[in-house]
């Protein structure tokens, strides 16, 4: 809900303030029985096009248990992030050519299962850490399609995103035709890139999928149990 003129803005403000309608953005509005109803829907409301993704997407598959208080949205331009009563909306610029992959849901759009993924490896930092990503790659394995994962992989255009879902693949042994992995294998960037892009430098590397891995072998012999 938008307005332009000076009185309807103030009746709106006063209705934000006694409860009623819950402010998005200036002169944005939406019920708050309405914002229960749909939270997606009133996110995905505020640029376009945009999806819901990330650590948020992940939850509503079921590939984590974790409840983020974040609506992760992929956006296509930058916007301001959003205090909800019990939630914020965190807008993720992407560019406008990694802007595909989602689909309708109750007046919002989300990031299909296979595109979450693949955002969340691009960005680990917005899907609670590599480690919280590779839990999701691995609970989300047998309902995905493996082709589309690997073609969204490779339409982001993004050697790390490669280079980590080669690895994490590999480490857990997940099922994966050939010619899906030779695939990967020569999109890979000609460097090194980072397992996890937060932590410092790298404790061994993978040279078949040119990944620093800077994750204790401990922490990569945990992940497994997760199999």
């Not at 960005?123 to 919280?132: A, H, K």
């Not at 294998?185 to 410092?200: I, S, T």
Request: charged share 25%; proline share 5%; with cysteine.
């Amino acid at each position: 809900m938008g307005t332009g003129s000076s009185p309807a803005r103030q009746l709106l403000a006063g209705m934000a303030r006694k409860g009623l309608l819950v402010r998005l953005q200036r002169n944005k509005y939406v019920a708050e029985s309405r914002l229960l109803e749909s939270r997606f829907a009133a996110a995905t409301g505020i640029v376009k096009p945009s999806y819901v993704s990330f650590w948020t997407i992940m939850n509503f598959y079921h590939f984590t248990e974790q409840v983020p208080a974040v609506i992760f949205v992929a956006a296509s331009r930058p916007a301001k992030d959003v205090e909800l009563p019990n939630e914020r909306i965190k807008f993720v610029r992407m560019k406008p050519s990694r802007v595909f992959g989602y689909e309708k849901y109750k007046g919002g759009t989300i990031a299909e299962k296979e595109k979450g993924l693949v955002d969340s490896l691009l960005f680990p930092r917005y899907c609670g850490g590599i480690s919280e990503v590779a839990k999701c790659l691995v609970h989300a394995w047998g309902e995905i399609g493996r082709k589309r994962l690997v073609e969204y992989a490779l339409r982001i255009d993004n050697r790390s995103v490669v280079q980590r879902l080669g690895f994490l693949i590999g480490h857990f042994r997940l099922p994966l035709p050939k010619g899906l992995e030779e695939k990967l294998l020569k999109n890979r960037g000609r460097g090194f890139v980072k397992l996890d892009p937060a932590k410092g430098k790298a404790l061994w590397y993978s040279r078949k999928w040119r990944v620093a891995v800077n994750i204790p072998y401990s922490s990569l012999e945990e992940w497994k149990a997760i199999v």
